[in-house]
């Protein structure tokens, strides 16, 4: 399969939607999109989560009367479009976020857990919404100069309103790396602290100025379990806006197997292929679950290592403790 095609497995990376860059400045198409019958709005709220419909299936989509009505002076943020619809993204004012949901029969949804409960679109809109709206709330004043900002290319630039410096700013996007580690017919799996008993996942860690990718799959595996890794190969990847990064999907090969927690890990150990199977029955062994591209590594290893599909041997986790 080719990474391309594994990407699109991953949650958040099947959005299916032409984002029309080239049309951002063009304010006489942006108002006849804005205008037309087939435009779809979506509300986020200032907390990130997002308006779904009453019985959670999908976001909540609204046309121009309803954007009129309940958030007539909010900014509007064109996404891009399909064959059937154009869409834009509003924020709702805290004060009211609750009194209009109820009016539109509408619930608040965190991105997580929509992640694992909408359909792909949906959830890749989201993804990209909240995003974008999260930068846009980091960006009102130049990092340069310290003067207001104001947004423009339909949401996507923000420039400094001082004459004197002018500024484009454009959407950040933090790149990091997250990486199954293999030696022989076992993989490399980490627990932070804090996490539950019994939970495991893959490494991870933020690239670097300067660092190629593959250079940041060796560091950060070394920094965070002592493990020197001498190949990897790019296996997907993953939008990540919590709040803003692109999580990129390596496997690797050890070059030596000893293992030397570093600081950011209560604990590193290597599985076989075994460990996880009984790991998984007697539920003593907490993996991701299948919203992280972590959980796709971990199937891609133990598919090719040991001929086994992950989702066959994953339970729900109700021995864990609920979130409050």
């Not at 435009?39 to 959670?56: E, K, N, Q, S, W």
């Not at 990847?237 to 690797?252: I, K, N, R, T, V």
Request: glycine share 8%; hydrophobic share 45%; net charge negative.
């Amino acid at each position: 399969m080719s990474a391309s095609l594994r990407s699109r497995a991953n949650v958040f990376a099947a959005l299916a939607l032409e984002r029309a860059a080239e049309r951002r400045d063009d304010a006489e198409w942006l108002a006849a999109r804005r205008g037309d019958a087939a435009t779809r709005y979506i509300v986020l709220h200032p907390d990130g989560r997002g308006l779904v419909t009453a019985d959670r299936r999908g976001l909540g989509y609204f046309g121009e009367a309803a954007r009129q009505l309940y958030w007539p002076g909010a900014e509007a943020t064109f996404l891009g479009a399909t064959d059937i619809a154009n869409y834009f993204v509003v924020a709702a004012a805290a004060a009211e976020a609750d009194a209009i949901a109820a009016a539109l029969e509408g619930k608040w949804m965190d991105l997580r857990a929509a992640g694992l409960s909408l359909p792909a679109f949906d959830a890749g809109l989201f993804a990209y919404a909240r995003a974008l709206l999260f930068w846009q709330s980091r960006v009102r004043y130049c990092g340069a100069c310290g003067g207001a900002t104001r947004l423009v290319s339909a949401g996507h630039k923000a420039l400094c309103t001082n004459a004197d410096c002018a500024l484009e700013h454009f959407p950040r996007t933090d790149p990091a790396i997250i990486v199954i580690v293999g030696w022989r017919d076992a993989c490399l799996l980490g627990r932070q602290p804090g996490w539950p008993e019994g939970r495991w996942s893959t490494l991870a860690g933020f690239v670097e100025p300067g660092e190629s990718l593959e250079d940041a799959v060796r560091r950060e595996v070394f920094e965070e379990a002592g493990v020197r890794v001498d190949e990897s190969d790019y296996h997907s990847s993953q939008p990540w806006p919590f709040p803003a990064s692109l999580m990129l999907g390596f496997s690797a090969r050890a070059s030596d197997p000893s293992i030397q927690v570093g600081t950011e890990l209560a604990d590193a150990r290597w599985f076989e292929v075994d460990d996880i199977v009984r790991g998984l029955a007697e539920r003593s062994l907490v993996l991701p679950p299948p919203l992280s591209v972590s959980y796709r590594l971990i199937e891609h290893w133990l598919r090719e290592t040991g001929g086994l599909e992950l989702a066959s041997l994953m339970h729900d986790e109700p021995w864990l403790k609920p979130r409050r």
